[in-house]
């Protein structure tokens, strides 16, 4: 009996001193007894307010009254996110047509070369057109005979020395001529090769006296005046791009130069697969640098959307999510703070937060609402004034 009760004397020491440490030394000990509606006459509840804070402590050098938390502070920055986007592009030519031979024949004659600049309407090349320039005389011929035989009908009409039978048919065989001059004309000029627009020929990809075939491709036209550039962006940009935009971009095959343009149309959906909007852009081409087929590196700029950030060693977590503590008055505040982004240099937050305003980095786990804290160092890294 008399060893029970020196093992139950002995726990009772224990929890006694237990109960005291966390009492004196817990910070947040006096407002769970005021929770439960314990006041007690002495301990950290019972430390006078008038009492000088010593170096100890508001109870003094080694007293027992409640302990401020120690802590340091740094200043909420301003940062600026999504001010650029980066694709990858590839280019065309703004107006790029392919010259094929609209029919057959053996082709007589090439009058340009790769490389060289043609106008809209320029000769690029004939085919043996001789028996075309026979018809077409012969249509022609047909044409002014029909032509004569109306004339002298419609005089023999007039007075009434044919019937109106006669002039009918003399009246048509002359429109069946003016057909045929048409044909035969449409089947000579077929027979010589023009540019659609202006532009750079391409390679050629006959040779003359080689017979040709109808629709064969002969060479290509591109307009290097200014080039088209391709690229996609992803689908929560689309609200942002708009024509007349504008658009820089870099060739990988000309490192170290950059070319601006403008931001020219739009797809009118997006992609479901790639969840991407195409884009196109004109870049301006005087100087002829740039060529159809190069891939780019595209860059456009935003007005960015702008967000405090703070110190990661800020962020702390409770079950209504992220927060950290700011420094107000000479006491913590805690406010809450949605992470929006993570950088290497801060942690970006949708907080109630302005530039400037100290948040607590150190010292934070010992924190409560409104409780008093001791600065240690400012957000300049300045260590505060000493208290008088």
């Not at 200043?75 to 094929?100: D, K, P, Q, Y």
């Not at 708009?242 to 950059?258: D, F, M, N, Y």
Request: proline share 7%; hydrophobic share 45%.
């Amino acid at each position: 009996m008399l060893s029970a009760f020196r093992q139950l004397l002995a726990c009772l020491v224990v929890l006694c001193v237990a109960a005291l440490a966390w009492l004196f030394l817990a910070p947040s000990a006096p407002q769970t007894l005021a929770g439960w509606g314990i006041v007690l006459p002495f301990g950290p509840q019972a430390a006078a307010p008038a009492e000088t804070p010593g170096r100890g402590g508001p109870g003094g050098r080694g007293g027992f009254g409640a302990r401020q938390a120690n802590v340091i502070t740094a200043a909420v920055r301003l940062a600026t996110i999504n001010t650029a986007l980066s694709a990858v592009g590839e280019a065309n030519a703004a107006g790029s047509v392919t010259v094929s031979a609209p029919s057959g024949g053996e082709l007589d004659a090439v009058l340009v070369r790769p490389g060289q600049w043609v106008e809209a309407g320029e000769v690029i090349a004939r085919f043996d057109a001789r028996t075309e320039e026979i018809d077409f005389d012969r249509a022609r011929l047909a044409l002014e005979d029909a032509q004569a035989a109306l004339e002298r009908t419609q005089g023999l009409a007039s007075s009434n020395v044919v019937a109106n039978t006669a002039l009918a048919a003399a009246e048509l065989a002359r429109a069946n001529a003016e057909l045929a001059l048409r044909n035969a004309r449409l089947a000579l000029e077929r027979k010589t090769i023009t540019s659609p627009i202006a532009g750079t020929v391409g390679l050629i990809r006959v040779n003359p006296g080689n017979y040709v075939p109808a629709q064969a491709a002969i060479t290509t036209i591109d307009d290097t005046s200014s080039i088209r550039i391709d690229f996609w962006v992803p689908e929560r940009y689309a609200g942002q791009i708009v024509p007349g935009q504008p658009v820089h971009v870099a060739a990988t095959a000309l490192p170290g130069q950059e070319f601006s343009g403008t931001v020219s149309a739009m797809d009118s959906r997006i992609d479901p697969a790639s969840r991407t909007l195409q884009v196109q852009a004109h870049i301006p081409n005087p100087d002829n640098l740039l060529r159809a087929g190069m891939s780019f590196s595209v860059r456009l700029d935003f007005p960015g959307e702008a967000y405090p950030a703070v110190n990661p060693l800020a962020i702390l977590w409770s079950a209504n999510g992220s927060y950290v503590w700011k420094y107000q008055d000479g006491k913590a505040t805690r406010v809450m703070a949605e992470i929006v982004q993570r950088n290497s240099d801060g942690v970006l937050v949708r907080a109630d937060l302005a530039p400037g305003d100290p948040v607590i980095t150190e010292g934070i786990l010992q924190l409560s609402e409104g409780a008093a804290v001791n600065l240690l160092e400012g957000p300049d890294g300045s260590a505060p004034p000493p208290a008088r």
